[in-house]
Every structure is written in structure tokens, then in C-alpha cells.
């Protein structure tokens, strides 16, 4: 490492900062590539542990993504008991399987033995149930029979998201005992910003912020100053439900409760931002018809979990074309409507989608509902209405001078102005009812909608021009 | 009131649970809009005290939008004092806007200087200057001061969303000083999890979390305790950066600090989730191709906004029905091709959209950057042969079956694998493009991929036929 290197790199651990790492684009800077791999082809240890081992676990993690696959183990393995653990919940799910699957147990339980109880299970729950009971039954009692509990939650439930660390005190204690409390014990969780109030058989009676507790005078009891904890979370709820709730009530952190309300664990604002992200990430996803694919996924992977909506549109597709061949007598005689008939079916789409994606996002953010659908509906037929006349007479117009025929000109901007009718009804109604039946809207409208533009678009411009010309 | 309405709903506050206003879909109970509207027609103020300003911001807001327009203000007006204004930063723009419009400037004063300044401000900078000014003017000094100098920092800035009230004490007090000036001051901000430590001139030194003060005896001076704060977000710094921040590096709360860096307000975690909504939801409306649009918008609001994306759309689908008008002598003698030829680009517009989305998913996430772009290219061109070839085939066949023309399906086969290719790197290279120019990639993508999926599916279906026909 030369003396210029030093300067730049070697800074306290306090002094982290976010320009550190990243260029002015957010990527992690090239020049650190460089010489993160250097260190790690010259097993140079000692860089790696000042430059590496002191990054945040974030910041290690895209540093893990950043880097050649056949670095990954290498820098792990030259890390040793420097490494952290937590770096491997910010990375890609494929990364971690493969990191996680070359690392000998003995190591993964060393490291899973220091993180919080939900990294943990973040982790453990992607292996496979030999090697996490292997795993698991190197992990002292206590640590073993917390994970098993969370590890039997349902996947995506609070129970899999909480931490099993808190502090909870009885409601006669006073303020003075508990900070007491707080400064004598060492087994405390990492951070909090609320303790909880239970009774002898961890029933929850309650909570207090911990700025409520330092305004509060020694001598007061913990009774008198805890608040009901207004939103406890089952730990069989889906955590996308919890989520909403923190969003919500603009929570911090919340309990978590078993079936007989006792206290098992806490939920936390960064674990549920992380779910809020997954949610938009999953919805946008899939009205873009993909599935939960990750970048480092395969291209069998990708090209398998994109086949399902590409054979739905097979079936559309085909459907949309029989629709034009009932009409292949008129074609024959006038080819400018194959010309046109694009047009239609493609303006209708697109008017759709727009309508489609506004319903997508309001049914997932709970700004439609039943009591709300029909003025919604309204106003987007008024709005198919107006954009119809518009498009129809500004596309009827370019195309009756094209083919110098006005007849061809007043046909498209009919069948225009009756399938953007068409498309504002089939892009509002067709999330709806998906969403009544229990479907997710985002899955499967795109196809839905298309289906309806193209066969109306086709129909109605082909159809129309039949009745008129023949 | 009925004695049994009573039941249902007269609980005392601390009770206020989930399930208490909403129906199982989330929205708000049919039975408490229908109590809450007689109420207000009856001006029943003791109904509406019990139970409506008890309530949680969030629910008043969910309320406030459920209910008839009309009757808005009224419930408002009876509820006097007892009305939250923080609820009113919980609803539409649309329905804030109408309602603070015919509030008196005297009402919307004195609830705003009850309100914290984050919220002050966000209902402030929709006002129009000369209503604004009113009101600043009929506020406290301080207060006026604070508000004015957030309000000054740019639209979306992390000084428009910051709280201006904080706890910062000196270095050189001790955890004990620090408790007792807490259980002393009556003036705290309603909610905190850290303090921040400065120096006489405001300066940013570090901070504290509580949970480190309360673990801590109290001889020890805070300036042994505090942490750098390593992300000190500039006031000037856009909301959507500061929001990646707390993300990446799981912050509860950060230091604002201005040109100077001195310290003038915090930014807290529950802003930040509704910045990160927000920037979820941007993206997937502008990859439907529809602006910042809201339920509550009017039609011709929301015709407006839609119209730029269906002209560009109506120049495109006329550049793709140019294309066709090339080879209408092969229509006019063969017009099955006029059938089969929306299955082309149909199939290859619905393959670019998913590469397309799932690349500008990754864009938005940083997970794809200059450095992998090449290695996703070439998988995203991978998933495009494999699936060209496989739906190409499938196509093929059935065409060649309906047709009984073995020419017509492999001449479909080909056409389909080369557009399958080429909407795959249209999917992600046209994102790419527009990202590296600093243009949002969701914004304009969808139009040109489908553009490109469009006019080479004509192109190479009728091209082929021709070359190979005629």
C-alpha cells in the first residue's frame, strides 16, 4: 500500500462518511475496487481489516455485490472474525445463498451467535433444513430456542421480522430503578427507543418512549407514565400489515405478541422500511409482468419466470388476430385499414395503462374503495370520453388526409373515441375485480387490459369500416 | 345515540385500536361515516369530541377524505379547537388545498403554531404567499423565525421536511446535567431518540442516543458518549437523497445542518417513510405513463396530464403504420400477414416492457450501474434469444396449422426471434440511455421500447414475407 493510499483510506472507523466509498453516482468507486482486489489477490490481511472490517454493513454489502464472485469467499475468508456478519442481509438473495453455502457451519454459527436475532433469521431462513439445524444446534440454549421460535412463524410474518432482544420491566418499578436497571445490565439490546411493561407472565400491560422516561422523575413508577401499546403486532401478521400499521401511526418500533398476548419480541421502523421498499419494488414488478426476479438471477432463471405472461399474451394475441380475420374480406379490398388498425388497438393500450397503473397504485395505497369506485369510475369514463374526442378527431383528420379518403378519417376517429371509452372501463374495472376476488391487481390487469383495447380497437375500426364500405 | 352505538364506539382514548374505525378491507366503517354525517348534520359537538377528536391524525385524515365534501368544514368547524391540524397533512393535496382555502387565516394561525414545524410547513407552502403571510404574521416571534427560514430552503428539500425543534446540549455536561435539564424543561420536542451535542455557536458535534444516556451513570460527561454524526444531512439536500440515506444506513433520525454546518433542525425516520412512498409511487405512475396525478383530480385535470404521453404515442403509432404502408402490395396478396402481424410486435411490446421495467427497477435501486451494465445486457439478451426461440416456435406452429401455410409460420417464427432480441435491448439499453442523460429512466422508456418492438416486428414479419413472397 503506498503512502498516498493511506491517506486516503485509512481514516478512523468514527469518521466513515458517505462519499467514502461511493462515487458521485452512488456506485461503489472504482479506485476501492481496485485495490480491495489487489488486497485480496496479495492476501494483504491488515488492508482488509483497516479498510474493509470498518465499513458499514450496508456499505460491505454493496462492496460484496460490487466485486468478482471468486473474491466474495476469498475476502470473507481473509476477514475471518472481522467480518460482519450483517453485511450478507443487504445483498442479493442469490449472493447470499452462494456465499452462505461455501462457508463451513462452524463459521456461520460463530458469526450468527453476534448478530441480532432477526439478521439471523434473515439468514438461517434461506438455507436448507439440514444445514440450519446443523447450525443451530452449535448456538448456546437460550439463542437456539429464540431463532427455533421466530424460525416458526410463517415466512413474512412479524414473527420473522422481530427482534427477540428488548427490554421490558414490571409497572411497579419506578424510573429511578429502571435506568438503574439499564446501567447495571449488560445484556441489552444493541439500540432502542422504547421499553416494554409486562406483568410476571410476559403479558404485555404497556410501553414508554424512552424520552418520556428522562423528563420523568426518579421517583416516579413506570405505571404512571406508560402509555397502552395502542397497536401490538400478532406475530402471525403478515408483515406487509405491519408495515401499513407503522406507516400509519407513524410508529418507531411496536410489540410483538403471541396468540396469548404474551411479548415475544419487538418489531422496527428500519426492518419495515426495508418491507415497504419490497412492496413497491413487488407491485411495480408485476404490472410490469415480471416475477421476483433479481438481477444475478440466471438467464434460465429470467427467461422461465418471464414465460408465464408471454404465453398469456400468446392466448391474447391470438385472440386479437381472429378478431381482424372475421374481417379479412374488407382488408382485401381496402389494405390502408391493416395500415390503421395498429393505430387504434395501440392508442386504446396505452390510454388503458395509464388508467390501469392510477388504479393499481390507489387500490395498494387504500385510496379506492367500494364507497369511492363509482365516482372513480365516472370521472375516468369522462376522461376516456374527453381524450376519445380529441385523439379521435386529431388521428381521424391525419389519417383522411393520408389516404385522401374522409371516409377512412371519420371510421378511425369513431373506433378511437370508443375504445379509449373502453380502455378508461377495462382500466379501472379490471384491478377492481381482481382485487374483489382476492387477486392482486398489479398481477395480471396489464394482459387483462391489452386484451380489451385490442379486441374493441380492432373490432370497432374493422367492424365499422365493414358496415360502412361493403 | 343509541345505547348500543354508545358501546361500540365511546371507549376512552387509550384504547383506540386498529379495527375500531375500519372495516376489514381497511376502509373507513360504513356505520361510523353514517353516525359521524348525522352527527354533523345535528351538530351533535359532544358526539363528534368523543369521537372523532379522539382519533389518530391518520385516522381523522382517512375520516376527513371518507366523508361527503360538504361536510368537511362543518365537522371541522363544530370540532373547533378539538380539531388536529396534523390530520390535514394526512389527506389529498386536492382536499387540503379546498379545505385550508376556507378556513379563517385567524383559525389556521393559532392551530399552527399548536402543530410541530415539520407539519406547520407542509401545510404552509401549498398556501398562496399572500394567505401565508397572514398567517406567519399572527404568529409568535420564534416561531415566525423558524418557520419562515424552513420554509426558505427549496421545494423538496430536507429543510422543508425537517422538525426545527430539537434537544442539543453542550460537550462538556454530564449524563446527569442532561436528565435533570430534560425532567426540567417544559419545552422539549413532542418526541425524540436522540440529542444532539454542539457548540456555542450551534456547531455540530455529535450525538447521543437515548438509550446510550440511559445505560450511562450520570458523572459522565456527554462529550465521552456521543457518536460522530456521520450523516449530517445539508438542509439544501433533496428529500429523495436524504431518504437513501436513512436507508442505507438504518437512521431513526439525522442532524440538518446549514451551509455552516450548524445545527438547525432533525429529520425523522416517519417523514422519511412518506418520502419513500412517494418516490415508489412517482415511478410506477410515470412508467404508466401518467404524471403526479390524484384520485381526486378533476376529469379535465386529469385529461390534461394524460394527453402528452398519448401524442407521443400518436406520432409513434404513426411512424409503426408507416412501416406496414410499405408493404401493402404483399397485404393486398396475402392478407393472413395483416392478421398475424399485431402478434409480432404484441408479443415483442409485452417481452420489452418486462426487461424494461425490471431495468429501470434496478436503476432506481442503484443495483445496476456502468460497471455490471454490460453483464445485464448480455443476460437480458440471452432471455430474449431463448424465449424468442421458444415462442417463435410456438407461434410458427400455430399460424402454419391455421393458415396450413408452412411458409407463413416460419417466416412468423423468424420475425418473432429477431423482435424477442431486439425488445430486449431496447428494454435495456433505452432506460440506460436515459438515465445516463440524466433523464428519469421510468418517465419516457415504455413509449420508445414499444416504439422499437413495434416498428421492427412490422418491419422484419413483412419484410421477410416480402423477401420471401414476392
Known amino acids: 500500500m503506498t503512502e498516498n493510499e493511506d491517506d486516503i483510506l485509512d481514516r478512523p472507523a468514527a469518521d466513515e462518511t458517505h462519499d467514502d466509498i461511493y462515487d458521485e453516482e452512488g456506485s461503489v468507486r472504482h479506485d476501492f475496487l481496485t485495490m480491495v482486489g489487489a488486497a485480496i489477490a496479495d492476501r494483504d490481511v491488515i488492508f482488509l481489516r483497516q479498510n474493509v472490517a470498518r465499513l458499514h454493513e450496508s456499505e460491505l454489502g454493496d462492496l460484496i455485490e460490487a466485486i468478482q464472485p471468486d473474491q466474495r469467499l476469498a475476502m470473507i475468508r481473509l476477514l475471518g472474525d472481522d ?37 439471523a433469521v434473515y439468514i438461517l431462513e434461506d438455507l436448507d433444513d439440514e444445514d ?21 412463524y410463517p415466512e413474512s410474518s412479524a414473527g420473522r421480522r422481530m427482534q427477540t432482544e428488548f427490554v421490558a420491566v414490571p409497572p411497579f418499578w419506578t424510573v429511578g430503578q429502571t435506568i438503574d436497571y439499564m446501567r447495571d445490565e449488560e445484556d441489552l439490546p444493541e439500540s432502542f427507543t422504547q421499553i416494554f411493561v409486562i406483568d410476571p ?51 418507531l418500533s411496536a410489540a410483538v405478541v403471541d396468540e396469548n398476548e404474551r411479548l415475544v419480541g419487538v418489531l422496527t421502523i428500519d426492518d419495515v422500511v426495508d418491507v415497504i421498499q419490497e412492496e413497491a419494488e413487488e407491485d411495480l414488478l408485476r404490472l410490469g409482468g415480471v416475477g421476483d ?28 388476430a381472429s378478431v381482424i380475420s372475421l374481417f379479412e374480406a374488407t382488408i382485401e379490398q381496402i389494405v390502408a385499414l391493416a395500415v390503421l388498425m395498429p393505430i387504434v388497438a395501440g392508442m386504446g393500450g396505452n390510454a388503458g395503462s395509464q388508467t390501469m397503473t392510477v388504479t393499481v397504485r390507489a387500490l395498494a395505497t387504500r385510496n379506492l374503495d367500494i364507497h369511492n369506485a363509482f365516482r372513480v369510475v ?30 377512412i378519417g371519420g371510421i378511425i376517429a369513431a373506433a378511437m373515441l370508443i375504445n379509449m371509452m373502453a380502455a378508461a372501463i ?37 367492424g365499422l369500416a365493414t358496415w360502412w364500405f361493403m
Open 83 to 119: 467480518f460482519d456478519m450483517t453485511a450478507l442481509t443487504e445483498v442479493d438473495e442469490a449472493i447470499r445463498m452462494q456465499i452462505v453455502d461455501q462457508m463451513p457451519n462452524e463459521q456461520i454459527a460463530a458469526a450468527i451467535g453476534e448478530l441480532d436475532s432477526d439478521d
Open 132 to 152: 440450519r439445524e446443523e447450525i443451530l444446534a452449535q448456538l448456546p440454549f437460550t439463542e437456539r430456542v429464540r431463532l427455533r421460535r421466530a424460525l416458526d
Open 201 to 251: 407472565t410476559f403479558k404485555l400491560l404497556g410501553a414508554v418512549n424512552l424520552d418520556r422516561i428522562l423528563r420523568t422523575k426518579r421517583q416516579v413508577k413506570i405505571e404512571t407514565i406508560m402509555h397502552a401499546t395502542n397497536h401490538p403486532i400478532p406475530a402471525e401478521m403478515d408483515q406487509e400489515e405491519a408495515a401499513q400499521l407503522f406507516e400509519q401511526y407513524d410508529l
Open 293 to 320: 426476479e433479481e438481477l444475478s438471477d440466471s438467464v434460465a432463471e429470467t427467461s422461465r419466470s418471464r414465460v408465464p405472461w408471454l404465453a398469456v399474451n400468446l392466448v391474447t394475441a391470438f385472440l386479437a
Open 378 to 407: 365516472r370521472r375516468e369514463a369522462g376522461v376516456g370520453l374527453l381524450n376519445g374526442v380529441v385523439f379521435g378527431i386529431l388521428i381521424g383528420a391525419i389519417a383522411g388526409f393520408w389516404f385522401q379518403d374522409v371516409n
Open 426 to 462: 377495462a382500466g379501472i374495472l379490471i384491478p377492481l375485480a381482481l382485487d374483489r376476488f382476492g387477486a392482486d391487481p398489479a398481477v395480471a390487469s396489464a394482459v387483462f387490459v391489452t386484451t380489451v383495447t385490442d379486441i374493441t380497437g380492432f373490432f370497432a375500426f374493422l
